[in-house]
């Protein structure tokens, strides 16, 4: 065993040796008289165990303690002598990271091998155990998947990075990331592939970062940056872009090719939050931001970014007390056929606001939804339009004429909710209606990112005899694979179509060609968003099976939409 002595008296020394020397264990001896010498030995040799004297020349044995624990490769049990039995002294000690106090005249042979072998023992128990908690910290710091740092370690060093920020005045900025149609990728390729997808988000945004920027998963398919040293908002958009521009290369996963997007919110310290929590929120509101403007964007955060959060708060209140003071109406447009027959009519929702008055879904339905209103507000719609659809049903029964349709709007977070088909259900029980006189309308952008389990609901949908419209045909992610992964029976073309073909001859034999291929799938067609006799004419000349605008009719009240269906037949 490698004993390093450091103690002023050379007879106290030597005693130490003849002691230790008396035992069966080897000892090897390496001698310093001051404080300054035995931390440069220690320095350049490697010790089992450190004896230092607590009175020294230039210093005390704490100052030698403490230089000794500060050493990165402290490797050696370290034992205080004196001359002096001092309780409070060695307590002192103990508390700095001795393993033990001895008092030189209490020392024998004996004594003193077996307490320096018992030093070591602790030592390097003690040492096992720092090892372990460093590991064990490391792995609660570090997210398992990509082996970035985790949300704890986030937290943590927020905090920090803040407190440096306002010390230093060097400006801080926080980035949100979250990427785009994640649950898509899960849905349509397994959890294995999304998986992966995230490791390689996690290799393309590291490579992305400069020196010192800190990137973190903090949960799911978020991810957070913390980059310092920006002078101004423009420097942090370029670092938002270089993002962005790594991740607009495709994805390669086995015989997978993604293209991947990420929605980035970004908001900087100390000129836009006081507190790490009001960081996080602000970055959070400027992400979500980037998401509802249509996704892969870059928003910072801002004051008016805030009221309009607060304004969104304000409107779900709203909403939550218009759900139960019964201010809620539906409003229903018809849809008519070659002649001023009314074959169906599209439900839609109005809010009666005590102040606003008579308001339509584009005041209020991305709040509905990002809060899951959306789900009681939808069943409702639909327990209202199928009870006034079987009204209409008895009235045209009574006079020989086949009922309108009635159709009605299912929006993403009703196709992700397991109580849809409950909802249905329930809505044609109360009424009495069959399933053949409902239809339900569906937006491309509502099903990309929930392919397989809207499949599945669509297709029991079907099989109660309700029909399924296909919303916004030519915009959004519109694709013909859509027509043949979903029970689709209606086709409604986005009266863009109908308007740019009645400029050009182009657009025109486009428009033709979709209802032709349409027709050819056996697919009913609605054009929507007719505004003028042309476009009415165009329609019907190239055979649209139901025609709807305000050329023709804009949405009523029931009780005046029972009016025009009387006057219709």
Excluded at 317 to 345: C, H, K, S
Excluded at 493 to 519: D, T, W
Excluded at 549 to 559: E, M, N, V
Aim: proline residues 3%; negative net charge.
């Amino acid at each position: 065993m490698k004993v390093l002595v450091i103690d002023d008296e050379v007879l106290d020394r030597e005693a130490l040796k003849r002691a230790l020397r008396r035992t069966e264990v080897p000892f090897e001896f390496v001698e310093a008289s001051t404080a300054a010498q035995g931390i440069e030995l220690y320095r350049q040799q490697c010790f089992d165990v450190v004896l230092v004297d607590f009175r020294l020349p230039d210093g005390t044995g704490l100052d030698v303690l403490r230089a000794l624990r500060e050493s990165p490769d402290c490797q050696a049990a370290i034992l205080i002598l004196t001359g002096m039995d001092d309780e409070a002294l060695a307590a002192r000690c103990l508390d700095e990271g001795a393993q033990d106090f001895l008092v030189k005249s209490e020392l024998d042979s004996r004594h003193i091998a077996r307490v320096i072998q018992q030093a070591r023992h602790r030592f390097r128990l003690e040492e096992e155990v720092h090892r372990h908690h460093a590991e064990l910290r490391s792995m609660a710091e570090r997210d398992s998947l990509t082996g970035l740092s985790n949300r704890m370690f986030f937290d943590a060093s927020l905090r920090t990075a803040m407190s440096l920020a306002l010390r230093h005045r060097a400006p801080l900025a926080l980035m949100l990331l979250d990427v785009d149609q994640f649950k898509y990728v899960n849905d349509s390729f397994g959890h294995d592939t999304g998986d992966r997808l995230l490791q390689e988000v996690s290799r393309r945004l590291q490579g992305a970062l400069r020196a010192g920027d800190l990137l973190c998963r903090i949960g799911g398919d978020e991810f957070a940056v913390l980059a310092h040293q920006f002078a101004n908002e423009q420097q942090s958009l370029i670092l938002a872009q270089r993002i962005q521009e790594a991740m607009s290369r495709p994805i390669h996963l086995g015989t997978v090719e993604l293209t991947c997007t990420v929605s980035i919110g970004v908001v900087c310290y100390p000129s836009s939050a006081e507190c790490p929590e009001e960081l996080l929120k602000h970055a959070d509101m400027a992400m979500y931001k980037s998401k509802r403007a249509g996704r892969n964007r870059v928003t910072f955060y801002s004051d008016d970014l805030n009221a309009q959060a607060v304004r969104r708060v304000q409107i779900e209140r709203e909403l939550r007390a218009a759900m139960t003071g019964g201010q809620f109406e539906v409003y229903y447009q018809p849809q008519f056929g070659t002649g001023n027959d009314i074959l169906a009519a599209e439900a839609l929702l109005r809010w009666r606001h005590p102040v606003h008055g008579l308001v339509a879904p584009e005041f209020f339905l991305d709040v509905a939804e990002d809060s899951g209103l959306i789900v009681p507000i939808g069943a409702w719609v639909l327990r209202e339009a199928c009870a006034e659809a079987a009204m209409w049903r008895e009235l045209n029964r009574s006079r020989g004429v086949p009922p309108p349709i009635v159709s009605v709007n299912l929006s993403g977070g009703q196709l992700r909710n397991d109580g849809l088909l409950t909802a249905v259900e329930d809505a044609l029980e109360r009424s009495g209606l069959p399933g053949t006189s409902l239809e339900v309308e569906v937006t491309e952008n509502a099903i990309v990112g929930t392919t397989g389990y809207a499949s599945g609901i669509l297709d029991r949908l079907s099989s109660r005899g309700v029909r399924i419209a296909l919303d916004d045909f030519g915009t959004g992610f519109s694709s013909l694979s859509h027509l043949r992964l979903f029970p689709i029976h209606v086709l409604k073309i986005e009266k863009s179509f109908l308007h740019g073909a009645s400029l050009e001859r182009r657009e025109e034999n486009l428009f033709r060609s979709v209802i032709s291929m349409a027709r050819n799938i056996n697919l009913e067609t609605v054009v929507e968003g007719v505004e003028t006799t042309e476009q009415a004419g165009m329609a019907r000349r190239h055979g649209a099976d139901r025609l709807q605008g305000y050329l023709l009719a804009r949405a009523l009240p029931s009780a005046e939409f029972e009016v025009l269906l009387k006057a219709a037949a």
